[in-house]
T-cell receptor
Framework: KAGVTQTPRYLIKTRGQQVTLSCSPI?????VSWYQQTPGQGLQFLFE???????NKGNFPGRFSGRQFSNSRSEMNVSTLELGDSALYLC???????????FGPGTRLTVL | AQTVTQSQPEMSVQEAETVTLSCTYD???????LFWYKQPPSRQMILVIR??????QNATENRFSVNFQKAAKSFSLKISDSQLGDAAMYFC?????????????FGQGTRLTINP
């Protein structure tokens, strides 16, 4: 099976812009989670989707949003970008609730 | 809220030797999963090993094994016969089994260097 894919892999934006990141889970996986990784804060949970429903949300401002489509693909959106949003954004998928999460290669976002 | 602590920011080991990475966690739950993930310079997060809290037997995957001490809330990773390809950041992670709270909570990571 193909692994989790994320597009784009690299992105450069300027402050105030918005960005959309995409994640395609492993075939058959219905749960998708997003994490932000920065040198200062480490790995932090953003949100989790299961069958198109957001089941859990981390402690991030409302500028961060996401959704999941019927084919389990997920997108996350960040509006009004700030310098501090520069990070590696990781997507992970799992088949069911209690299954192991498998990660994609990440999207490196740089905000100038 | 659960927390995960990795007290060793950096570790190094000679190739072919054994190294142990430490992890402690805090939770009031009785059933949960624990993981070790590795993140090489490519930044791809790769699963190393998983431990279910209800299992008393320590998990093993080839050269990788854990020492799971539930009462002490300790979960260390032992890498035997270290190889150059083992060089990476290693993250310990906790996962609740409560629906709606199944996010991974990560430690700060341990950078492992393998000396040839």
């Amino acid at each position: 099976k193909a692994g989790v894919t994320q597009t784009p892999r690299y992105l450069i934006k300027t402050r105030g812009q918005q960005v959309t990141l995409s994640c395609s889970p492993i075939s058959g996986h219905r749960s998708v989670s997003w994490y932000q990784q920065t040198p200062g804060q480490g790995l932090q949970f953003l949100f989790e989707y299961f069958s198109e429903t957001q089941r859990n949300k981390g402690n991030f401002p409302g500028r961060f949003s996401g959704r999941q489509f019927s084919n389990s693909r997920s997108e996350m959106n960040v509006s009004t970008l700030e310098l501090g949003d520069s990070a590696l954004y990781l997507c992970a998928s799992s088949h069911r609730d209690r299954d192991t999460q498998y990660f994609g290669p990440g999207t490196r976002l740089t905000v100038l | 809220a659960q927390t995960v602590t990795q007290s060793q920011p950096e570790m190094s080991v000679q190739e072919a030797e054994t190294v142990t990475l430490s992890c402690t966690y805090d939770t009031s739950e009785s059933d949960y999963y624990l993981f070790w993930y590795k993140q090489p310079p490519s930044r791809q997060m790769i699963l190393v090993i998983r431990q279910e809290a209800y299992k008393q037997q320590n998990a093993t995957e080839n050269r990788f094994s854990v020492n799971f001490q539930k009462a002490a809330k300790s979960f260390s990773l032992k890498i035997s016969d270290s190889q150059l390809g083992d060089a990476a950041m290693y993250f310990c992670a906790y996962r609740s089994l409560v629906v709606g709270a199944q996010k991974l909570v990560f430690g700060q990571g341990t950078r492992l260097t393998i000396n040839p």
